[in-house]
Nanobody, 124 residues
Framework: QLHLVESGGGLVQPGGSLRLSCAASGFTLAYYNIGWFRQAPGKEREGVSYIGSSGIITYYADSVKGRFTISRDNAKNTVYLQMNSLKPEDTAVYFC?????????????????WGQGTQVTVSS
């Protein structure tokens, strides 16, 4: 079976940092483009960041540029999202997703596999 599993979420104070991980099982993540999405309570899911299969191409939502960094370690079959200078408005469930083909990165329908999500709460 093919699975994506997110981890690393939690409660953090404003200005703090978290690193999310997206680990794949049952398939080789290196062949996939990976997106991070988030969904806050009462809001639609939105694209946060994207990394191409080679790790060269990355995209970020304007709201997280300069604060979040996406990276991948294909040897570990894992993609990371380093989140710094966290704000209360970053509070959401964060999902990773894998796209087997080139994607319009913020479009959910391009992604083939999704994880279950990890909760990130930014609060004092």
């Amino acid at each position: 079976q093919l699975h994506l599993v997110e981890s690393g979420g939690g409660l953090v104070q404003p200005g703090g940092s978290l690193r999310l991980s997206c680990a794949a099982s049952g398939f080789t993540l290196a062949y996939y483009n990976i997106g991070w999405f988030r969904q806050a309570p009462g809001k639609e899911r939105e694209g946060v960041s994207y990394i191409g299969s080679s790790g060269i191409i990355t995209y970020y939502a304007d709201s997280v540029k300069g604060r979040f960094t996406i990276s991948r370690d294909n040897a570990k079959n894992t993609v990371y999202l380093q989140m710094n200078s966290l704000k209360p408005e970053d509070t959401a469930v964060y999902f990773c997703a894998a796209a087997g083909a080139r994607a319009i990165w913020y479009r959910e329908d391009f992604y083939n596999y999704w994880g279950q999500g990890t909760q990130v709460t930014v609060s004092s």
